[in-house]
């Protein structure tokens, strides 16, 4: 629910290694009734040790910043803090930058040339539980996401090897040799970042692309 008046303001604390951009930050929610920024860092070191008393709302960071950036700060904040709701600032960076991010916990992304509405709107969101993704970045995500996604006959292997079945017997059943499996293989840990199979498989059910009945009982 969208904080109104009558609750307590949403508490913000703002990550930022720049200080003119950092003070900026601050400034512009001063007008703002429904956002209290309770505190601010030049450094992800120094956020984690300022944010667990001070009972944040929503965290609003710098994606790159010296010493810590800031995927790697937020993924290390939302294991002490996982209530914490966080947003990202950031210029037009690459897919690879995007999608760390959000595998960290990351819940919006805020351009830095946006209006200043649009930056204390999509803190208001965030809080409210939804995602902030502008187009451009969205474009950015749909072609990393494409480019990771296992292919038909990767996700066919897959299940086979959830379900317990060998290299050579799948090898057999779909009429390939041993080496086009065991690259088939390689390919989806790589895609679905795993160092072994009981971890892709795992990923591939986190994501969707298995199901539990696909799955022999020894993977649960």
């Known amino acids: 629910m969208a904080n109104t008046f009558a609750d307590r303001p949403i508490r913000l604390f703002v990550v930022d290694d720049h200080p003119v951009m950092r003070y900026g930050i601050v400034s512009l929610f001063d007008c703002e009734p429904d956002v209290e920024v309770v505190g601010s860092a030049s450094s992800g070191p120094e956020a984690l040790l300022a944010i667990p008393p001070l009972h944040i709302d929503v965290v609003l960071t710098d994606m790159r910043m010296a010493g810590m950036e800031g995927d790697a700060f937020v993924s290390?904040?939302?294991?002490?803090?996982?209530?914490?709701?966080?947003?990202?600032?950031?210029?037009?960076?690459?897919?690879?930058?995007?999608?760390?991010?959000?595998?960290?916990?990351v819940r919006a992304f805020i351009l830095k040339t946006a209006p200043m509405d649009e930056i204390i709107e999509a803190v208001r969101v965030v809080h409210a539980g939804g995602r902030w993704i502008p187009?451009?970045?969205?474009?950015?995500?749909?072609?990393?996401?494409?480019?990771?996604?296992?292919?038909?006959?990767?996700?066919?292997?897959?299940?086979?090897?959830?379900?317990?079945?060998?290299?050579?017997?799948?090898?057999?059943?779909?009429?390939?040799?041993?080496?086009?499996?065991?690259?088939?293989?390689?390919?989806?840990?790589?895609?679905?970042?795993?160092?072994?199979?009981?971890?892709?498989?795992?990923?591939?059910?986190?994501?969707?692309?298995?199901?539990?009945?696909?799955?022999?009982?020894?993977?649960?």
């Open 76 to 105: 290390s904040l939302l294991r002490v803090c996982p209530q914490i709701r966080s947003a990202m600032l950031t210029n037009y960076h690459s897919d690879e930058e995007v999608f760390r991010a959000i595998r960290a916990g």
């Open 135 to 220: 187009e451009p970045i969205a474009e950015q995500l749909a072609v990393r996401i494409a480019r990771i996604q296992p292919s038909s006959r990767e996700l066919e292997v897959l299940k086979l090897i959830a379900c317990g079945v060998g290299r050579r017997e799948i090898a057999a059943q779909l009429h390939i040799s041993e080496n086009t499996v065991r690259n088939h293989i390689n390919n989806v840990l790589e895609k679905l970042d795993s160092h072994d199979r009981t971890k892709a498989v795992t990923e591939a059910l986190r994501l969707g692309l298995l199901r539990l009945d696909d799955v022999d009982p020894s993977y649960a």
